[in-house]
């Protein structure tokens, strides 16, 4: 039973436009979600954060936001630029809990 | 800081040989964990720690085994390969700092069990 759902293996994007990257759950009891962006060969690097008591973090280009009804993330990355191609990973974990449970990842392409 | 590192990078073994991968990390964070990725599976919790001396599984634990003798140190154990875990591990630590948590991963070792 997959918890956390990134239902769209790949996206391509044009330089300078927005990339919206999707992820989903089931837990309810999830209360904290991460981004990571991973490169190949490369261990996965954080991006940003939200805890559940908020529906929008923002860092530089980088927006998450979350729809606790929905059960849903997005990550929103504008502009995007070459260097953003890579995989990106949603994780979630449970209040009191430090077992983080990762999505399938989402191949990101801009293209220039 | 150097973060946190792996060894080995690469690693062959054959079936029911057994092998320690190294963690290691300079930044005095208390919670470590040990991840594998397999094609299409993203990232799986094969075991965590919240400080020396205490260790918890993950989503994956069964034929891995982990101490926490020391703040720094966190080794993975294969105590007799299997070529079900053929896989890239990678090693996290956790900075938890107002109420924000970040998660820094190490980067990766390649290994194969024939």
């Known amino acids: 039973d997959q918890q956390v759902k990134q239902n769209s293996p790949s996206l391509s994007v044009q330089e300078g436009r927005i990339s919206i990257l999707n992820c989903d759950y089931t837990n309810s009891m999830f209360d904290y979600f991460l981004w990571y962006k991973k490169y190949p060969a490369e261990g996965p690097t954080f991006l940003i954060s939200i805890s559940s008591i908020k529906d929008k973090n923002e860092d530089g280009r980088f927006t998450v936001f979350l729809n606790k009804s929905a059960k849903h993330l997005s990550l929103h990355i504008v502009p995007s630029q070459p260097g953003d191609s890579a995989v990106y990973f949603c994780?979630?974990?449970?209040?009191?809990?430090?077992?983080?449970?990762f999505g399938t990842g989402t191949r990101l392409k801009v293209l220039a | 800081n150097a973060g946190v590192t792996q060894t080995p990078k690469f690693q062959v073994l054959k079936t029911g040989q057994s092998m320690t991968l190294q963690c290691a990390q300079d930044m005095n964070h208390e919670y470590m964990s040990w991840y594998r990725q397999d094609p299409g599976m993203g990232l799986r919790l094969i075991h965590y720690?919240?400080?020396?001396?205490?260790?918890d599984q993950g989503e994956v634990p069964n034929g891995y085994n982990v101490s926490r003798s020391t703040t720094e140190d966190f080794p993975l154990r294969l105590l007799s390969a299997a070529p079900s875990q053929t896989s890239v591990y990678f090693c996290a630590s956790n900075e938890i700092r107002d109420r924000q948590e970040t998660q820094y991963f190490g980067p990766g070792t390649r290994l194969l069990v024939l």
């Open positions: 994780a979630a974990k449970a209040s009191g809990t430090y077992k983080y449970i």
């Open positions: 720690s919240v400080g020396a001396g205490i260790t």
